[in-house]
């Protein structure tokens, strides 16, 4: 039987009113093809707990992909599928919405390993997730917005619980470790008596160390993400979550201390230059610096993209640059092909004044710095297009950097005295 919960969920208010309208056409749609739709997961969550909701997750009863090429015609949307996966993304006008074919094969691994008589596929891919804040669902069939509740995630969410859905869950899937104190921090739940007991079990048999490296990364890159990354670390510190994967892997006040050094500076870069930037890859930089004399961090947690690698050396490459003094010049040209997050990294492991005020200095003032003086002006002024050009240019360049001259006119007169005479 499906539970569903007559919970007034003021969809209509709550969502964004292109979200509502996507959700009526999905509707439609699960009523043309004869299938189910359900958004699912964090956002059903987030709606119920009357925070902003991030993405919009769809499980489909039926074929996700030919749901979500109706969909995507309809919408006028682009259509991402995943053949193997049975999943698509349709993105419409920055909008991503997932769809996915919900999971039907399930075996409950702690009764008799036989398998359960299939309620419902959403049920059953439902039960196949982390814990039961997850599990809500709304429905977008013919009743539209009613909530389902099969594994009692509101009663949690009221009472602020992080709870697993089966004894054997974090065996199952051991990332949920991580997910667990992460859910737990950023919400200010506490973990189910029994999901903390579990939780204990499962580390001491060292599930930590029989996940495969990519995944660890991922949802280690999660915690990173997130605003309260501090206390969801502290957590994890307490649990001594770290130890079960280096003896040597606890962090201490001093990371701590960078790391929110580091928190600090991007406040301050996300006002001086309002682009998109890894926050993770900043901190994980400072954490592998830390411990960078005991072991290597990429070793034990494991890393996705070489991006995040980079990072971290191009971090130790502007300290080291920014061990001597520089002038203006020097420290625009270093540190104009280095990624804002290695900047930002730098700031927070350097102990320098002169090392922090010069990357104050660059964020804040340096890079925004444009030439006034062009290959046109060159050209205007009787130069032949050469290869003397590009010296020219980076010579005026410099000097306009270290302030020697603030108009155009000033800069075209020492061209005209240093190279025309
Ligand atoms: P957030 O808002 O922090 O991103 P979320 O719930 O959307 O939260 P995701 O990591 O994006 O978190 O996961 C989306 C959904 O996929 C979750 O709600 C959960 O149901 C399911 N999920 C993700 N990871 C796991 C896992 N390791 N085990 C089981 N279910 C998972």
Do not use: W
């Not at 619980?161 to 200010?188: C, G, M, Q």
């Not at 939780?199 to 060292?206: F, P, V, W």
């Not at 682009?275 to 947690?301: P, V």
């Not at 890393?303 to 971090?315: A, H, L, R, W």
């Amino acid at each position: 039987m499906r539970k569903t919960l007559k919970v007034d969920l003021k969809l209509k208010n709550k969502l964004d009113e292109k979200i509502y309208n996507f959700f009526t056409i999905i509707s439609e749609v699960a009523l043309k093809l004869k299938m189910k739709a359900y958004a699912v997961g964090g956002m059903v969550r987030d709606l119920i707990m009357d925070i902003p909701i991030k993405d919009i997750d769809i499980v489909i009863e039926g074929n996700a992909i030919e749901f979500a090429k109706e969909f995507s015609t309809i919408v006028g949307g682009k259509l991402i599928a995943h053949n193997e996966f049975k999943t698509a993304s349709v993105i419409i006008n920055g909008e991503k919405i997932d769809f996915a074919t919900a999971r039907q094969e399930y075996y409950d691994e702690i009764s008799s390993g036989l398998p359960h008589v299939e309620e419902s596929s959403l049920k059953l891919d439902l039960y196949r997730r982390d814990f039961t804040i997850n599990t809500l669902a709304i429905s977008l069939n013919e009743n539209f917005g009613e909530l389902i509740d099969y594994f009692g995630g509101v009663k949690d969410i009221k009472d602020k619980k992080i709870r697993i859905l089966h004894n054997l869950s974090f065996i199952e899937d051991p990332t949920r470790v991580f997910r667990a104190l992460r859910f737990a921090e950023k919400f200010n739940f506490l973990l189910g008596q029994q999901t903390e007991k579990l939780m204990k079990n499962a580390l001491e048999l060292g599930v930590l160390n029989t996940v495969s490296k990519n995944r660890l990364f991922l949802e280690f890159s999660l915690v990173l993400k997130e605003e309260k990354v501090v206390e969801i670390l502290k957590k994890i510190n307490d649990y001594k979550i770290f130890k079960y994967l280096h003896k040597e892997f606890y962090i201490d006040e001093n990371c701590f201390n960078l790391i929110n050094t580091g928190k600090d500076f991007v406040k301050m870069c996300t006002f001086f230059c309002p682009i998109e930037f890894r926050i993770e890859a900043i901190y994980f930089s400072i954490l592998k610096f830390c411990f960078r004399k005991k072991f290597n961090l990429t070793n034990i947690l494991g890393i996705v993209d070489s991006k995040i690698e980079k990072i971290y050396s191009q971090m130790i490459q502007i300290n080291v640059f920014l061990s001597k003094r520089r002038k203006k010049s020097e420290i625009y040209f270093f540190l104009k092909p280095m990624a804002l997050e290695a900047q930002i990294a730098a700031f927070a492991i350097s102990k320098s004044n002169y090392v922090k005020e010069a990357l104050i200095s660059y964020i804040r003032d340096l890079q925004f710095i444009k030439p006034l003086v062009s290959g046109k002006d060159l050209i205007t002024l009787g130069f032949k297009p050469s290869a003397i050009f590009g010296k020219i240019l980076n010579d005026c360049f410099e000097k306009q950097i270290e302030g020697e001259f603030t108009s155009k006119q000033e800069a075209i007169d020492y061209i005209k005295n240093k190279y025309l005479n």
